[in-house]
């Protein structure tokens, strides 16, 4: 890309996961990381196919802890931020999506911690009852469950970090996803002219 190399790595599910790809990957040399997946949203206006920019994540997981104390800030570096909206910018119009940036609620778990009730026990614990209701009246987008750690994790390595995810589900409406694939292919073609933006100013 642009005669930069770029790695694609998974890294699985979760805060731990990401983090171990960070710290090993960042060994090696690289100096910046863009998250590329999917999530949830739980604003209404956000429609499934959607791509959402994580500028700042609640950090509702374990893994940014080990990191820094939880008032450090768990955001977005803010040139690779302003190289996704751009992108997305550019993009959304021509392939038939929005883009939204915003507030991501970043957690451990895809069930309880998520406040979903569609399991195995049905119950989510008190702490978690009734909390999708207040992130979403905090104007939080989505869930998801890795930028925090991510962001954190860059943050205070001196790494820059970013995030960006295609809507499969909007649990304002239904609780089944849809249109995974698409939701997937408009969060790839975000990131990858995101990222041809980051190597054109800054090789």
């Known amino acids: 890309m642009e005669n930069e190399t770029v790695v694609v790595t998974s890294t699985g599910i979760g805060g731990p996961s990401a983090t171990i790809a960070i710290e090993e990957l960042a060994q090696v040399g690289i100096r910046v990381f863009v998250r590329v997946g999917t999530s949830g949203a739980i604003q209404p206006t956000i429609n499934v196919g959607d791509v959402v920019i994580t500028t700042g994540s609640v950090r509702l997981e374990g893994s940014s802890g080990h990191y820094a104390p939880l008032e450090y800030p768990a955001v977005a570096d803010y040139h690779v931020l302003h190289a996704l909206m751009e992108a997305a910018g550019e993009i959304g119009p021509r392939e038939g ?64 970090g970013g995030c960006v995810t295609g809507i499969v589900v909007n649990r304002a409406i239904s609780e089944t996803p849809a249109h995974k694939g698409k939701a997937e292919q408009h969060a790839i073609a975000v990131a990858v002219a995101g990222m041809r933006r980051l190597i054109r100013r800054d090789p």
Not at 108 to 123: A, I, L, V
């Open 97 to 160: 999506f929005d883009f939204h940036a915003g507030i991501t609620v970043s957690g451990d778990t895809f069930y309880p911690g998520q406040e979903r009730y569609d399991t195995y026990s049905g119950y989510v614990i008190r702490r978690f009852q009734g909390t999708l209701e207040e992130w979403r009246r905090l104007h939080a987008l989505n869930y998801e469950m890795e930028s925090a750690a991510i962001f954190t994790a860059c943050g205070t390595l001196g790494l820059r």
